[in-house]
Nanobody, 122 residues
């Protein structure tokens, strides 16, 4: 069972940047897909980006493409989300999550962190 803990959230002005981190307990890269999700108040949770721990191109949502970058350091068991050119609509609780690779494309994630709040002011 993978345990996840996010950090790095905060409050920034529009146009600013933040880098989120997610520390994961031990996992097997070839058997793990990891991702970032977010949920704004009153809205459903949405997938932001996913990445196969065993390698391959990450998948990034159109709403953040070109602004957000997902990366994974398997040696440090840490997932990152670099967020640039932040907009007020990026405000929300950000969660990291993990799942077996065959469930990744369907966004069926079973392991979740507690979340970190990101607030972007105009």
């Amino acid at each position: 069972q993978v345990q996840l803990a996010e950090s790095g959230g905060g409050s920034v002005q529009a146009g600013g940047s933040l880098r989120l981190s997610c520390a994961a307990s031990e996992y097997t890269p070839s058997r793990t897909c990891m991702g970032w999700f977010r949920q704004a108040p009153g809205k459903e949770r949405e997938g932001v980006a996913t990445i196969y721990a065993g390698g391959g191109m990450p998948n990034v949502a159109d709403s953040v493409k070109g602004r957000f970058t997902i990366s994974l350091d398997n040696a440090k068991n840490t997932l990152y989300l670099q967020m640039n050119s932040l907009k007020p609509e990026d405000t929300g609780m950000y969660y990291c999550a993990a799942t077996p690779p065959h469930l990744c494309d369907d966004y069926r994630f079973g392991y979740w962190g507690q979340g970190t709040q990101v607030t972007v002011s105009s």
